[in-house]
């Protein structure tokens, strides 16, 4: 079967499966063509088909004659998968890794000790792994890359209606699309299925599924900020947050966000006192972070309570409980007072609470951003008929509503159903002051603490970046004390979260830092999102292209601990050692580094790089000729101080904004050295 003809707008080979029951009667199993639809005497189903420019979206309506309950709703598609596709599956929730696969892996359950621990976080109770090659899954899309770096792509544009898992079958030549809406009741007509699906280049096929969803464009912008917890964890307290931010302040790094994480809360889950070590509460720390001119954060987890909070001990009755006896874990944390469990949103006093939490968070306190955590948390089981899917998406809806205008970051949270409903999202595992959490990849956790799996997922999920709302692909760690990270692994994660981050955070204690590491940091300034994203991953070699303002940047990234050879393609390239030189050539990418281009025109001029950012260029908000001359304006963020180059071609002196500079043979080229 040819790539193409299994986008199935029409397919020749799909169909679809419903499992049903009727109150009295046996199980029914009935088959149908996807866009055709089905009728019979307990049912129809309706298909609505729209097609445009090669893609095409697929809405499926159950309208039942009779109740009925869902035992299995599917669609199958044959797949003659290749020995050269990769399978990008998106995971369970923020923290669950997320690439693209080689059709030959696998993906295993957590090992069982750990099932009663850990297995809610991710979909380990619900999904039955079977952990053989070839048998791989993700949620709200997927798509399989071909040798000719095409993509065909499936993703769905309603998680309300249930959560969509595209299970990929390898050696049954098959891919199932599947609504988790197991044991749900219909009455009335539904939308069970809303189904986006193309084929084409990376780049067009994301812009149709984006442009596709009902929600608008987040009109926020990229932010940086400082946040305690990777540092200071629970032991945060006041003269901490207050020593950071003098040396933020003093040392006039332009970060956006000083947000405190947890630890400063009397439990998880009573949220209006604070704990013993915050006796003046937590106003005069928002009002500090204001006059440092920073916006204020807050870290919460909303939806859940620890066994040592007042809800557990005086209103048992908010928490969703699956019988009179027992209430609902949602996970096991030790560092609070061990299990915690979901609240019951849905409860008008939980509602009531949750409104005088964010009333006394956001408007008394005067905090501006919420990161809000462990959000998957309520949604673990269906509740009262309505569908994993359905109750995430009401969560969020509520806890949109309850916060306004304010900033939300979310976290710990499938993401279908947070895309367009916050500012920014968690795209990654937790990363660590280490390079992976060996016991936790041997015993299968894919929600594991790693930073080599949370830059997988920094990089596999870039696609949603500013699109379904910015990605926070997790803190960096640059400072030396307290982190076993690198050098070239500490550079790696700072300079791969500028790249494909939305928000990007540090917990370090800058004061620290020494010369080479403030300098290194400080040229991260501004941060903004790059443009048009090319990566291609050769078994996690990256070699990433992409553009800003006109400028072309090439990188690679290495993320193995084996030295790789990268091509370098003919042009002339400036790199951040401050050395030009001219393609066709090889270098030497050691383990663990990032090495990043900018593609330079060698003509009167133009731009030839610069130390004034890791990306070279991003610093100019002007660089143009004007009257003979040229003019170069700086990011208000930048630093001031540095180097840049300009081609003087064969003139023996050129113009930046109105001195005159010398031309001289630098670096191999016609230069002048313009010094700030």
């Given at each position: 079967m040819e790539f193409e003809s299994a986008i199935f707008f029409p397919a020749p080979r799909s169909l679809g499966r419903l499992?049903?029951?009727?109150?009295?009667?046996?199980?029914?199993?009935?088959?149908?063509?996807?866009?055709?639809?089905?009728?019979?005497?307990?049912?129809?189903?309706?298909?609505?088909?729209?097609?445009?420019?090669?893609?095409?979206?697929?809405?499926?309506?159950?309208?039942?004659?009779?109740?009925?309950?869902?035992?299995?709703?599917?669609?199958?598609?044959?797949?003659?998968?290749?020995?050269?596709?990769?399978?990008?599956?998106?995971?369970?929730?923020?923290?669950?890794?997320?690439?693209?696969?080689?059709?030959?892996?696998?993906?295993?359950?957590i090992a069982a000790f750990l099932h009663e621990l850990t297995s809610r976080s991710g979909d380990y109770t619900f999904y039955p792994y079977c952990g053989q090659k070839g048998f791989l899954h993700g949620y709200t899309y997927t798509y399989i890359r071909n040798k000719s770096n095409s993509l065909a792509f499936y993703g769905s544009l309603n998680e309300r209606c249930g959560y969509t898992i595209f299970q990929h079958i390898v050696p049954e030549k098959k891919l199932l699309i599947i609504k988790d809406i197991v044991s749900l009741r219909y009455t009335e007509p539904s939308l069970i299925l809303d189904l986006f699906a193309g084929f084409g280049s990376e780049k067009d096929i994301f812009d149709h599924y984006w442009r596709s969803h009902s929600f608008s464009s987040t009109i926020n912008k990229p932010i940086t900020g400082w946040t305690s917890w990777y540092l200071h964890y629970t032991k945060i307290t006041p003269e901490i947050i207050y020593s950071n931010l003098e040396t933020y302040s003093r040392l006039n790094i332009p970060?956006?966000?000083?947000?405190?994480?947890?630890?400063?809360?009397?439990?998880?889950?009573?949220?209006?006192?604070?704990?013993?070590?915050?006796?003046?509460?937590?106003?005069?720390?928002?009002?500090?972070?204001?006059?440092?001119?920073?916006?204020?954060?807050?870290?919460?987890?909303?939806?859940?309570?620890?066994?040592?909070?007042?809800?557990?001990?005086?209103?048992?009755?908010?928490?969703?409980?699956?019988?009179?006896?027992?209430?609902?874990?949602?996970?096991?944390?030790?560092?609070?007072?061990?299990?915690?469990?979901?609240?019951?949103?849905?409860?008008?006093?939980?509602?009531?609470?949750?409104?005088?939490?964010?009333?006394?968070?956001?408007?008394?306190?005067?905090?501006?951003?919420?990161?809000?955590?462990?959000l998957f948390a309520p949604a673990l089981v269906p509740y009262q008929n309505k569908s994993r899917g359905q109750i995430m998406c009401e969560a969020i809806d509520l806890l949109r509503e309850l916060c306004g205008d304010k900033l939300i970051l979310g976290c710990g949270v499938p993401l279908g159903p947070a895309f367009g409903k916050v500012d920014y999202c968690r795209i990654g595992n937790d990363i660590s002051p280490g390079w992976e959490t060996k016991w936790m990849r041997n015993l299968r956790v894919r929600e594991r603490i790693s930073t080599n799996s949370s830059l997988n997922n920094t990089i596999s999920r870039r696609h949603i970046n500013s699109n379904g709302f910015f990605n926070d692909p997790d803190v960096f760690i640059f400072r030396k004390e307290k982190n076993h990270l690198s050098a070239a692994q500490r550079k790696t994660l700072l300079t791969l979260n500028y790249l494909f981050g939305g928000l990007v955070f540090t917990s370090d204690d800058i004061s620290t830092y020494d010369d080479a590491q403030l300098s290194f940091y400080r040229k991260s300034f501004p941060h903004v999102c790059k443009e048009e994203l090319e990566v291609n991953n050769e078994n996690q070699f990256f070699t990433i292209r992409f553009k800003y303002k006109g400028l072309e940047y090439l990188a690679f990234s290495n993320l193995t601990k084996d030295w790789r050879d990268a091509q370098v393609e003919d042009g002339m390239y400036f790199n951040a050692e401050m050395t030009i030189f001219k393609g066709v050539k090889t270098i030497r990418i050691q383990k663990y580094e990032t090495k990043v281009f900018v593609k330079i025109r060698p003509e009167l001029g133009a731009f030839a790089g610069s130390n004034l950012h890791i990306f070279p260029g991003v610093e100019m908000t002007k660089f143009e000729m004007v009257d003979g001359g040229l003019q170069v304006e700086l990011d208000r963020k930048a630093i001031k101080k540095g180097t840049f180059f300009v081609f003087g071609s064969d003139q023996e002196k050129i113009s930046v904004n109105g001195k005159e500079y010398q031309v001289k043979e630098e670096m191999g080229a016609r230069l002048a050295r313009i010094e700030l």
């Open positions: 499992v049903y029951l009727v109150e009295g009667n046996p199980v029914k199993e009935i088959l149908f063509e996807p866009t055709s639809g089905f009728k019979n005497e307990d049912l129809e189903i309706k298909a609505e088909k729209q097609t445009k420019n090669g893609n095409g979206r697929l809405q499926l309506y159950l309208h039942p004659k009779r109740e009925l309950s869902i035992r299995k709703f599917e669609l199958e598609l044959e797949w003659a998968y290749q020995q050269e596709d990769k399978l990008f599956c998106n995971g369970y929730q923020s923290w669950t890794d997320s690439k693209e696969f080689r059709i030959w892996e696998k993906m295993e359950n970060i956006d966000v000083f947000q405190i994480d947890d630890g400063y809360q009397k439990a998880t889950g009573d949220w209006i006192h604070t704990n013993s070590k915050f006796p003046e509460g937590m106003k005069p720390i928002a009002d500090a972070i204001h006059q440092k001119g920073y916006k204020a954060g807050l870290w919460l987890a909303p939806l859940i309570c620890e066994k040592n909070s007042f809800i557990v001990n005086e209103h048992p009755d908010w928490i969703f409980s699956p019988d009179s006896e027992h209430l609902q874990k949602a996970g096991y944390n030790p560092l609070w007072s061990g299990w915690y469990y979901a609240l019951n949103f849905y409860k008008p006093e939980v509602k009531d609470y949750l409104k005088e939490v964010f009333d006394t968070v956001l408007h008394q306190w005067g905090f501006d951003l919420v990161k809000l955590d462990f």
